[in-house]
T-cell receptor
Framework: DAKTTQPPSMDCAEGRAANLPCNHS???????VYWYRQIHSQGPQYIIH???NNETNEMASLIITEDRKSSTLILPHATLRDTAVYYC?????????????FGRGTSLIVHP | DAGVIQSPRHEVTEMGQEVTLRCKPI?????LFWYRQTMMRGLELLIY????????DSGMPEDRFSAKMPNASFSTLKIQPSEPRDSAVYFC???????????FGQGTRLTVV
């Protein structure tokens, strides 16, 4: 019963930007948007999170719409090593919604 | 810190045997989560602890599954008796409530034959 909707798969050319969308139309005011990714045979890895402002770190950028009902994770220059399943999840600061609950995510394939 | 450490990385056991999976969370983290991942069901939460106390075990599939956290640096997930349908990758994760960022271990791949 994940609160997010993501396309099941996407592909991207190496060196190009990968833009992964996520819909979270029922997000509440105190809930954050988190992104994780899971490379084959490894545990999920945290990428970035945000509340309402756009965020950037060394891995990616997170763009959250003004109404907060959707967001986009941007990998500015995708590499073959970015091939993974990307999960968008919504989490509150405390209480039951704190628990990281994962849907099926988006399988991103970066091709040469 | 070495991150979340799980052992063993791989476990093959016969149906009916007891299996114990182990997890060492990141020092200072006060939340610990156990997940199971299969192709059919994806990544599902089994149980989580806060300050070593089990908070929600509603994801534990059956009474054959049990989890403990005797201290802040160690947790176990036990399956007794094990069945072939328990075959999956089991992940442990820990986090600080304040930041919310969860760090995952490398997982234990369990095969019950």
């Amino acid at each position: 019963d994940a609160k997010t909707t993501q396309p099941p798969s996407m592909d991207c050319a190496e060196g190009r930007a990968a833009n992964l969308p996520c819909n979270h139309s029922t997000i509440s005011g105190n809930e954050y948007v988190y992104w994780y990714r899971q490379i084959h045979s490894q545990g999920p890895q945290y990428i970035i999170h945000g509340l309402k402002n756009n965020e950037t770190n060394e891995m990616a950028s997170l763009i959250i719409t003004e109404d907060r009902k959707s967001s986009t994770l941007i990998l500015p220059h995708a590499t073959l090593r970015d091939t993974a399943v990307y999960y968008c999840i919504v989490r509150g600061a405390s209480g039951g919604s704190y628990i990281p609950t994962f849907g099926r995510g988006t399988s991103l394939i970066v091709h040469p | 810190d070495a991150g979340v450490i799980q052992s063993p990385r791989h476990e093959v056991t016969e149906m009916g045997q007891e299996v114990t999976l182990r997890c060492k969370p990141i020092s200072g983290h006060d939340y610990l989560f156990w997940y199971r991942q299969t192709m059919m069901r994806g990544l599902e939460l089994l149980i989580y602890f806060n300050n070593n106390v089990p908070i929600d075990d509603s994801g534990m599939p059956e009474d054959r599954f049990s989890a403990k956290m005797p201290n802040a640096s160690f947790s176990t997930l036990k399956i007794q008796p094990s069945e072939p349908r328990d075959s999956a990758v089991y992940f442990c994760a820990s986090s600080l409530a304040r930041t919310g960022e969860a760090f995952f271990g490398q997982g234990t791949r369990l095969t019950v034959v």
